[in-house]
């Protein structure tokens, strides 16, 4: 029962870092390969996107 629930909130936490690499401003091929890495390696990819992921509206000066 406890590896389903870790389960669950890992594709939960994945499906949300897929949301938020496809609702970024980055380009096409960035957005398929964050999301290749967040697939296929769900726990590691879904904290490289956390540390390194695309942000949103970022201004640089």
């Known amino acids: 029962m406890e590896y389903g629930i ?3 909130l890992i ?11 496809f609702s970024s401003r980055v380009s096409g ?3 398929i ?3 290749l890495v967040i697939v296929v390696f769900p726990v590691v990819g879904f904290i490289i996107w956390l540390i390194a992921g695309p ?3 970022t ?3």
């Open 6 to 8: 870790l389960g669950l």
């Open 11 to 21: 594709l939960i936490a994945d499906i949300y870092a897929i949301f938020q690499v």
């Open 29 to 31: 091929l960035a957005k």
């Open 33 to 35: 390969l964050w999301t």
């Open 55 to 57: 942000r949103g509206a």
């Open 59 to 61: 201004v640089r000066v």
